[in-house]
Each structure stands twice: as structure tokens, then as C-alpha cells.
């Protein structure tokens, strides 16, 4: 695994728990959904009284894989941090926190290192070059 893809890591589980967040927000929004049909047509007698809690108990699941999500994602940014931490140098360091660990944009990071855009890509070439990638 190079250096850029072990530091996206994070970066990824970040955008599959904002996708999960997503998910269970619509879930949500369609289990609170009341709606009634008016009709002639006599009602049956045997009707599903469970439905409402197969939902529910589908919510439940998706936020336990959330919460479990949301924890890895806390160990990953840990790890991340503490490999980021071994490089020799605080404009590295600062660069690969504010782009790996903040998901910030390269434009925005420029803006506050306040360097050029491309200064930022040459030294973030140069901060992948010194992470040294943690074995499994």
C-alpha cells in the first residue's frame, strides 16, 4: 500500500459514514410517512401489523454499522495521526493533517498554509515521500 493510499483511508470511511447518515436519515423520513387511503372496499382482516417494525429494527441495524463505523473511523484518524507525527517536519505534518485527517481541499489548504497551489502539491509530494506506512 503506497503512503497516499494508506493516508485516504480515512477519507473514504469518512464518506461511507456520511453515506450511512444519508440512508438512515430516508429511512427515517419513510417510517414516520403516514399516509391513508380512502376506500369502499371493506378491509381484510388480516393485515401485516408488522411492517412498522421490520423498518424499525432495519434502522436500528443500519445505526449499530454506523456506530461501528464512526469507531474505526476514530481508531483510523489515531493511527494516521500518530504515523503523520513521525515525520521530522511541521509543514509536512501540518499539510498531511489539514488534507488527510481535516479532508480538507487543496485549494483551501493553500489558502491556509498560504502558499501557491502548486508549492502545496510539491510538498505534499515531498511529505508522502517521509510516511512510513505501518505494516499489518
Known amino acids: ?6 493516508l485516504s483511508r480515512a477519507f473514504y470511511l469518512n464518506m461511507r459514514i456520511r453515506s450511512k447518515n444519508e440512508q438512515i436519515a430516508v429511512m427515517n423520513a419513510l417510517a414516520t410517512r403516514v ?17 412498522m417494525e421490520d ?8 445505526e449499530k454499522e454506523l456506530k461501528e ?25 501540518v499539510l498531511l493533517e489539514l488534507r488527510y485527517l ?16 502548486e508549492h502545496v502539491y510539491r510538498l505534499h509530494r515531498e ?6 506506512v505501518p505494516t499489518a
Open 69 to 93: 463505523a464512526m469507531n474505526q473511523l476514530v481508531t483510523l484518524k489515531r493511527e494516521i495521526r500518530d504515523v503523520i507525527e513521525q515525520i521530522g517536519n511541521d509543514e509536512y505534518q
Open 55 to 62: 423498518v424499525i429494527l432495519n434502522i436500528l441495524e443500519y
Open 127 to 132: 511529505a508522502l515521500k517521509k510516511v512510513c
Open 35 to 51: 399516509t391513508s387511503t380512502l376506500s369502499n372496499t371493506p378491509v381484510s382482516g388480516t393485515k401485516n401489523d408488522h411492517k
Open 1 to 6: 500500500m503506497t503512503a497516499k493510499e494508506y
Open 102 to 117: 481535516s479532508s480538507m481541499r487543496w485549494e483551501q489548504i493553500a489558502v491556509e498554509m498560504g502558499y501557491s497551489i
